[in-house]
């Protein structure tokens, strides 16, 4: 059976070479590849054409969820390695397929790449709880109004920056330019934005929106 091909991404270099270094030591596993989260990743893939993506969000998880959102959809799966479960659950919307820690060893990261790539999913244990406390009905950080007794999840600062410009009636467009994301990044963050504060349209979330004093017209 041929080695299973892997790309590295990760922001610092050290951790690129670290993670290469590991997955290298392990039986069946080739490194096909390694790039930063910022470099072009579908240029990347192409060139590299690994079977897996291994993803270091570093400390700075929102920006890896953008750049996941826009490559996740019809490329290989990916792994990614988050410092807590803060940030889990977006991580998995934006298409992760694994979500392991930081410090998990190479043995568990090998065998969970091999398992994404054979279509299966991979949650450490510790974020179980973070998955938990989201889908409870109340959770530490929401907000209400009082028209509204549900409960709202809170926004990440991208998904803000998101609804304060939708709240200007910029197209999505528009939206990617301002925030030099992909409208399909967008679009995956308006999504998110009308789940989370329980509406239909556009319209209805900065009516809402408003109402929760989120933004201000």
Do not use: Y
């Amino acid at each position: 059976m041929a080695d299973l091909r892997i790309l590295v991404v990760a922001d610092d270099p050290l951790v690129r070479a670290g993670l290469a270094t590991l997955l290298a030591e392990q039986p069946g596993c080739t490194v096909t590849g390694r790039v930063s989260g910022t470099d072009d990743l579908w240029a990347a893939i192409d060139a590299h054409r690994p079977d897996v993506l291994l993803w270091d969000a570093g400390w700075n998880p929102d920006t890896t969820l953008d750049r996941l959102a826009e490559v996740s959809e019809s490329q290989p799966p990916v792994a990614v390695l988050l410092p807590d479960g803060s940030r889990a659950n977006a991580m998995w919307s934006a298409g992760a397929r694994a979500l392991l820690r930081r410090d998990a060893d190479s043995g568990r990261i090998a065998a969970s790449l091999a398992s994404i790539a054979r279509g299966l999913t991979v949650l450490d244990p510790d974020f179980a709880t973070a998955f938990r406390l989201a889908s409870a009905p109340q959770t530490p950080k929401t907000w209400s109004s009082p028209d509204s007794a549900s409960p709202v999840e809170e926004l990440t600062p991208r998904e803000m920056a998101v609804l304060r410009l939708l709240a200007e009636g910029l197209p999505n467009k528009s939206i990617a330019s301002r925030l030099s994301i992909s409208e399909h990044t967008v679009k995956f963050h308006v999504n998110a934005i009308l789940g989370k504060l329980g509406v239909a349209s556009r319209t209805e979330a900065v009516v809402r929106a408003t109402r929760l004093g989120l933004i201000l017209l």
